[in-house]
């Protein structure tokens, strides 16, 4: 046998074991992907839950979607300021609408980690807007720019927070604000499922009752 001959073998085994930890390495960085992808699929599906919610509320206010009529139709466009048909923002109004889209943001934090504030913020004043002129176009009161800017505050303020859980949690930011964030999204919806029923159990005429000033 030659010297080549007996090379080929011993160069193909140390290829061999090189390749082995890479495939090791390989079938590690798998495995670990694969529970992060999971919980991004899950944090996507109670996103688009969460975003359905919010339409409910701010739009129908709990009530069962429907046209309204033209009068109804106004548009605000100085912020927290009275107009001759609506009068000032309220403050609990500012707040509600504040906190109705603090979510928006800790969702939208987690799912797109990498983007910078201002592009959050972009995302939830275009998502508040079109709220807005859905509204106008159906016809379910008032179109208020104080919506728009008190709803992107409250996104960012959703940023804030998860700022605040990572100096706290660490690592383990991801899997705490995705806790937080289903079980927030299924008690709401658990709770305005039982006000809806309520509501129509009782007969009531107005299931947006409390709710009107929204959006």
């Known amino acids: 046998m030659s010297k080549l001959d007996e090379y080929v073998p011993q160069r193909a085994a140390l ?25 991004r699929v899950l944090l996507g599906f109670w996103f688009a839950v969460y975003l359905a919610l919010l339409c409910w509320i701010i739009l129908w206010k709990l ?6 009529s033209g009068n109804l139709r106004a548009i605000k466009l100085v912020p927290f300021a009275a107009t001759a048909t609506y009068g000032a923002s309220a403050p609990l ?6 906190l109705l889209f603090v979510p928006f ?6 799912l797109a980690p990498r983007w910078s504030w201002w592009k959050v913020a972009g995302v939830a004043a275009v998502a508040s807007l079109g709220l ?3 509204q106008y176009l159906l016809a379910l009161g008032s179109s208020d720019i104080t919506d728009v800017i008190v709803n992107t505050a409250g996104a960012l303020v959703g940023l804030v927070v998860i700022a605040v859980i990572r100096l706290w949690r660490g690592e383990r930011t991801r899997e705490v604000v995705t806790r937080h964030c289903v079980a927030g999204t299924l008690i709401a919806l658990l709770v305005c499922g039982l006000l809806f029923a309520s509501s129509i159990q009782s007969g009531a005429q107005d299931l947006g009752y409390g709710l009107s000033d929204i959006g």
């Open 93 to 98: 109004e500012v707040i509600a609408n504040l």
């Open 63 to 68: 009530d069962i979607p429907y046209i309204g």
């Open 105 to 110: 943001g800790l969702y939208l934090g987690m």
């Open 15 to 39: 290829s061999a074991s090189d390749q082995a930890p890479q495939q090791t390495g390989r079938r590690r960085a798998q495995s670990l992907a694969r529970p992060a992808d999971d919980a």
């Open 132 to 134: 807005e002129v859905t």
